[in-house]
T-cell receptor, first 114, second 115 residues
Framework: NAGVTQTPKFHILKTGQSMTLQCAQD?????LSWYRQDPGMGLRRIHY???????DKGEVPDGYNVSRSNTEDFPLRLESAAPSQTSVYFC?????????????FGEGSRLTVL | AQKVTQAQTEISVVEKEDVTLDCVYE???????LFWYKQPPSGELVFLIR??????QNEISGRYSWNFQKSTSSFNFTITASQVVDSAVYFC????????????FGKGMKLTVNP
């Protein structure tokens, strides 16, 4: 099993451009979530989804959109990228809901906005 | 408001030393979960342990041990006889589910184990 797969691993885009980070899991997990990691800030949750068709805002949702059309995929979209969105992004899943077990993280996507 | 404090930002030790990583949390919820994750230089995040607020039993897993004390709102992590492979950034995290779900990570603590 691949677990949680993120693409791309690296990307550079210009201010104002749009971009979608892909996240796919093959563990039949219900809960999927996106995080950003910035130096000295730890990880902060952007959006999450407990099931297909249901999404909710995390602690730092501004500037990002998500959708969940099926169990496997949870793309993160930046509609108009800003330099403040330069970060490393992680997608993570767990079987039921957040507190019940470990989060399985993807390998991360390093995004640079110029 | 929920908060996780990892007061130490960086620690450097020599191999075989014991090292304790501190984690202090704040929450008014009675039901919550605490986690530790490891992030080695390769960048992936590795789950280490999960504790719920009703289980104060300490845990030992090989050279790793965790001390959960609700009285001091702490969930400290000790590595015994540290090894170079323990070099990583370690994150403590708090999940609360009173009302709406909240997730807070500490800022992380970078551990360097020198040979």
């Amino acid at each position: 099993n691949a677990g949680v797969t993120q693409t791309p691993k690296f990307h550079i885009l210009k201010t104002g451009q749009s971009m979608t980070l892909q996240c796919a899991q093959d563990m039949n997990h219900g809960y999927l979530s996106w995080y950003r990691q910035d130096p000295g800030m730890g990880l902060r949750r952007i959006h999450y989804s407990v099931a297909a068709g249901i999404t909710d805002k995390g602690e730092v949702p501004d500037g990002y959109n998500v959708s969940r059309s099926n169990t496997e995929d949870f793309p993160l979209r930046l509609e108009s990228a800003a330099p403040s969105q330069t970060s490393v992004y992680f997608c993570a899943s767990t079987k039921l809901y957040l507190g019940t077990g470990e989060l399985f993280f993807g390998e991360g996507s390093r995004l640079t906005v110029l | 408001a929920q908060k996780v404090t990892q007061a130490q930002t960086e620690i450097s030790v020599v191999e075989k030393e014991d090292v304790t990583l501190d984690c202090v949390y704040e929450t008014r919820d009675t039901t919550y979960y605490l986690f530790w994750y490891k992030q080695p230089p390769s960048g992936e995040l590795v789950f280490l342990i999960r504790r719920n607020s009703f289980d104060e039993q300490n845990e030992i897993s090989g050279r790793y041990s965790w001390n959960f004390q609700k009285s001091t709102s702490s969930f400290n992590f000790t590595i015994t006889a540290s090894q170079v492979v323990d070099s990583a950034v370690y994150f403590c995290a708090l999940i609360t589910q009173g009302g709406s779900e909240k997730l807070v990570f500490g800022k992380g603590m970078k551990l360097t184990v020198n040979p």
